[in-house]
């Protein structure tokens, strides 16, 4: 099973559905918590990773809306984007393609025009710095209206 384990992990892969929001690294989400609430219960890795351990549907909801909450700033999104793309490029994904939604962090964030321009950049450095091929792709969701679109 381990010979099968490091086939697996060696071998190059194409990723094509994947959600950037969701493809944060566990440590960036928690150096957000540390910036953004310092008096957080959450102080380390392990607390985090059970927050993600869902109990049913209603929990995963409750708790993607929770870390929407730690993108505030446009080099929050940048980072992540990078982070993100880093930690697949480790998996030895060697091509991208990531849904990204920019409306979903109104409440918090910056605003969309400033997570689509994050973004980008961190794509693109994450395209230079790691040779990797990025598509991305805007989530445009019903429940935005069709003035988003």
């Known amino acids: 099973?381990?010979?099968?384990?490091?086939?697996?992990?060696?071998?190059?892969?194409?990723?094509?559905?994947?959600?950037l929001e969701g493809a944060f690294t566990l440590d960036f989400l928690l150096s957000r918590?540390?910036?953004?609430?310092?008096?957080s219960k959450i102080r380390d890795?392990?607390?985090?990773?059970?927050?993600?351990?869902?109990?049913?549907?209603?929990h995963f909801i409750r708790s993607w809306i929770w870390k929407n909450r730690y993108f505030r700033t446009a080099d929050d999104f940048r980072d992540s984007t990078y982070y993100?793309?880093?930690?697949?490029?480790?998996?030895?994904?060697?091509?991208?393609?990531?849904?990204?939604?920019?409306?979903d962090f109104e409440e918090w964030g910056p605003g969309p025009e400033a997570i689509i321009e994050a973004t980008l950049e961190g794509k693109e450095a994450a395209?230079?710095?790691?040779?990797?091929?990025?598509?991305?792709?805007a989530d445009i969701v019903r429940n935005h209206g069709h003035d988003t679109a």
């Open 127 to 137: 395209e230079k710095d790691f040779g990797i091929p990025v598509n991305l792709i």
């Open 84 to 103: 993100a793309i880093e930690a697949l490029v480790k998996q030895n994904i060697i091509a991208l393609e990531a849904f990204f939604s920019p409306w």
């Open 33 to 39: 918590i540390h910036k953004y609430e310092p008096e």
């Open 1 to 19: 099973m381990e010979q099968l384990n490091h086939i697996i992990r060696n071998m190059p892969k194409i990723e094509l559905h994947c959600h």
């Open 45 to 58: 890795l392990e607390t985090l990773r059970k927050q993600f351990v869902f109990r049913d549907f209603d």
